[in-house]
Antibody
Framework: QVQLQESGPGLAKPSETLSLTCTVS?????????WGWIRQPPRKGLEWIGT???????HYNPSLKSRVTTSVDTSKNQLSLKLSSVTAADTAVYYC?????????????WGQGTMVTVSS | DIQMTQSPSTLSASVGDRVTITCRAS??????LAWYQQKPGKAPKLLIY???ILESGVPSRFSGSGSGTEFTLSISSLQPDDFATYYC?????????FGGGTKVEIK
């Protein structure tokens, strides 16, 4: 069964770069339609951050585009997210997700999420 | 980018009720719409994709309809496990967007 697991520091300081990794288990990262990062601030809704295909083709939320970088490491079967110049507004649960079956783009598999707090 | 507007934002209902949630897109997304269910402290779970296709393992009391700019998620007979927050998401373009969510509460 496909599993996703996010990992990374739970705390980041303002102006620093937040770095997260998503490890994909029991599924080849190259086989998905695409992979995505989504976040959810406390008590708020879901916000799409960006998507990346196994070939490395990326699309980012226009409101975050200048600060976001995502990548795929097929040798490790991992995704990564970097968000620069973070502020308190970036405090959220960060999810990685994948479109791995025939949904043509709906995310049918999600990680459990990792909470990141931005604070000095 | 495409804006997704869900209504209502909160819905109070009883077990056994039929419930309908609406999602409107700011421009046509054909049928590229997904519905997710999220419970507190958990990741979202895909219920429906391509507007009306039920994800494997999802109870048949859930159904989706619509095309173009207007979509609905219906629950035919609300069960205790269905009290949660529901989100729509468009994937017509590579710039994805979620609706603001609808919280289904116990009346």
């Amino acid at each position: 069964q496909v599993q996703l697991q996010e990992s990374g520091p739970g705390l980041a300081k303002p102006s620093e770069t937040l770095s997260l990794t998503c490890t994909v288990s029991d599924y080849s990262i190259s086989s998905a339609f695409y992979w995505g990062w989504i976040r959810q601030p406390p008590r708020k809704g879901l916000e799409w951050i960006g998507t990346i295909s196994h070939s490395g083709s990326t699309h980012y939320n226009p409101s975050l585009k200048s600060r976001v970088t995502t990548s795929v490491d097929t040798s490790k079967n991992q995704l990564s997210l970097k968000l620069s110049s973070v502020t308190a507004a970036d405090t959220a649960v960060y999810y990685c997700a994948g479109a791995v079956t025939d949904t043509d783009g709906a995310f049918d598999i999600w990680g459990q999420g990792t909470m990141v707090t931005v604070s000095s | 980018d495409i804006q997704m507007t869900q209504s209502p934002s909160t819905l109070s209902a009883s077990v056994g009720d039929r419930v309908t949630i609406t999602c409107r897109a700011s421009q046509s997304i054909v049928s590229w719409l997904a519905w997710y269910q999220q419970k507190p402290g958990k990741a979202p779970k895909l219920l429906i994709y391509k507007a009306s296709i039920l994800e494997s393992g999802v109870p048949s009391r859930f159904s989706g309809s619509g095309s173009g700019t207007e979509f609905t998620l219906s629950i035919s007979s609300l069960q205790p496990d269905d009290f949660a927050t529901y989100y729509c998401q468009q994937y017509n373009s590579y710039d994805l967007t979620f609706g603001g969510g609808t919280k289904v509460e116990i009346k």
